[in-house]
Nanobody
Framework: QVQLVESGGGLVQPGGSLRLSCVAS????????MGWYRQAPGKERELVAT???????DYADSVKGRFTISRDYVKNTAYLQMNSLKSEDTAVYYC?????????WGQGTQVTISS
């Protein structure tokens, strides 16, 4: 049984930074893909960033150059460093793990960007 628990969300001003963490319990193979998605009110869930075992990462165009995804395989944790935050980054952020044809999701953490 895989469980993902996010933390690090909160309220910050535009231009600020946040670091989200996703701790995975249960077995996630190192070849598994981990990523972050977000869902703003009234919008569909969208991909923010993903990372593979070889370090290859992919980002939504809207966050390129501002967000960085990383993964600590020893701690079984994924991170999302978010800089230069904008109001349009406001959303619930979800951690995702995908392997063996199955998606696993965390419960989400709220990120609000407002002055």
């Amino acid at each position: 049984q895989v469980q993902l628990v996010e933390s690090g969300g909160g309220l910050v001003q535009p231009g600020g930074s946040l670091r989200l963490s996703c701790v995975a319990s249960g077995y996630i193979p190192t070849f598994g893909r981990m990523g972050w998605y977000r869902q703003a009110p009234g919008k569909e869930r969208e991909l923010v960033a993903t990372i593979l075992i070889n370090g290859y990462s992919d980002y939504a165009d809207s966050v390129k150059g501002r967000f960085t995804i990383s993964r600590d395989y020893v701690k079984n944790t994924a991170y999302l460093q978010m800089n230069s935050l904008k109001s349009e980054d406001t959303a619930v952020y979800y951690c995702n793990a995908f392997f063996s044809g199955t998606d696993y999701w965390g419960q989400g953490t709220q990120v609000t960007i407002s002055s």
